[in-house]
Structure formats: C-alpha cells, structure tokens
C-alpha cells in the first residue's frame, strides 16, 4: 500500500465514523428536545405536560 491509499483510506474510515456518530447525536437531540417540552423541563425540576 501507498502513503496516499493509506491516507485515503484513513480518511473514509473517519468520514464514515463521524457521519455515523453525527446522526446519532442528532437523533438524541431530537430525542432530548422533545422529552424536554413534553415534560416542560426547566433547568431545575420538570413538570409533566402530556
């Protein structure tokens, strides 16, 4: 293998890790903004809406 496969292939291996890692924390932000106003959380207590 060459240098610039090696990094080439380093590359895509990191792109396809982030976009992996990136969609899950988008997932749970979702996750997390909708449990938040659902249950109304303030950044002490939470109140259950629905």
């Given at each position: 293998?060459?240098?610039v496969?090696?990094?080439a292939?380093?590359?895509s291996v990191?792109?396809?890790v982030?976009?992996?890692?990136y969609r899950l924390l988008m997932k749970l932000?979702?996750?997390v903004s909708v449990?938040?106003?659902c249950f109304g959380c303030s950044?002490?207590?939470c109140t259950p809406v629905c």
């Open positions: 293998m060459t240098r496969t090696m990094v292939l380093r590359n990191f792109g396809i982030f976009g992996i890692v932000k979702r996750n449990f938040n106003s950044s002490t207590e």
